[in-house]
């Protein structure tokens, strides 16, 4: 199962980073990036709500900061891509 799952992720996101560097050629990145953002908000959110867990802060602060640092860091290389 773990096998599946890897090369799963492995496509998804060589096929997100194709056509995510398409998509920034022919509009600004940062459109992408929001764009992008926004539609992983809306899986997250049902994830959220169905999946029992606890919350504490300085976990919620650790994955805000770390989805910022990502978010800059696709960003880049969408920016790069485009170039």
Known sequence: MSIA???ASAL???TGDFFGGLASRRTSATAV????Q???LLVLVPALILIPS???L???AWGAGGGL???VALLLF???LAL
């Open 5 to 7: 799952l890897a090369l």
């Open 58 to 60: 300085a976990s919620v």
């Open 33 to 36: 990036i929001i764009c992008s």
């Open 78 to 80: 969408l920016r790069s």
């Open 12 to 14: 998804l996101f060589g």
């Open 69 to 71: 640092a990502g978010s």
């Open 38 to 40: 926004l539609i992983g």
């Open 54 to 56: 606890q919350f504490d």
